[in-house]
């Protein structure tokens, strides 16, 4: 059992979906945004997730109005999405069925008056719920207190480092809501290189 929960972003194969789901990750995330780099057809992230249970299955989208991420909630069976949203250039979604993990700036996070603007600006934008995601500066800090405090006023999850130290510090010192591992491109079908996620994923059984 992983110390904290975990998702696995950028799937876009069997053999990812498959192995990060027995290795007891809570969730994997598709991008199903074309607009996108290494996005998936909807039908291969539902074809993919027929493979596997018991986890969550989240769609990743950029600037895609509400009505069309619904569309594919229905279509794919989310659970949640991941929104990759730049505020200068086009308001939130709006009517989500489903709650989103927000990717914001690690700037963000590093000014408390901003941050609190961020948290109250997201409550009245998404009442479905939400949670910020982002890679702190790197390499990551060592003032853990600070993204401790910083994930006890939001649901924060956090990037995880492909160091397994790194990663169960995170996991043992921060306590955010979960932390977010990177998939990969097979190197032919039905053959993937699983040395570093699975240094992490043993590293977090034991944080």
């Given amino acids: 059992m992983l110390a904290l929960p975990v998702l696995v972003r950028d799937i876009n194969n069997l053999s990812d979906a498959r192995y990060c789901a027995g290795m007891g990750a809570q969730g994997l995330i598709f991008t199903l945004d074309a607009n996108l780099p290494g996005a998936v057809e ?3 992230a539902r074809e993919l997730a027929g493979w596997v249970a018991g986890v969550d ?5 950029g600037h895609v109005a509400g009505p069309e991420i619904n569309r594919l909630v229905e279509e794919c069976g989310l ?5 990759r949203l730049d505020r200068a250039r086009q308001a939130w979604p709006q009517g989500l069925a489903v709650p989103a993990l927000v990717e914001v700036p690690a700037a963000l996070l590093l000014n408390q008056a901003h941050y609190a603007a961020a948290v109250a600006d997201l409550t009245a934008a998404l009442p479905q ?3 910020f995601f982002t890679s702190p500066p790197q390499p990551y800090p060592t003032d853990y207190a600070y993204w401790h405090s910083l994930a006890r006023q939001a649901p924060l999850w956090l990037a995880a480092p492909t160091n397994p130290t790194e990663a169960a510090d995170l996991a043992q010192q921060v306590h ?3 932390l977010i591992l990177m998939g990969g491109d097979e190197i032919k079908p039905g053959l993937r290189d699983f040395t570093e996620l699975e240094a992490v994923f043993e590293a977090l059984e034991e944080a």
């Fill in 129 to 131: 719920g939400f949670a």
């Fill in 176 to 178: 955010p809501a979960g």
């Fill in 42 to 44: 909807a039908a291969t």
């Fill in 79 to 83: 659970t949640g999405v991941l929104l």
């Fill in 57 to 61: 299955i989240i769609g990743e989208f």
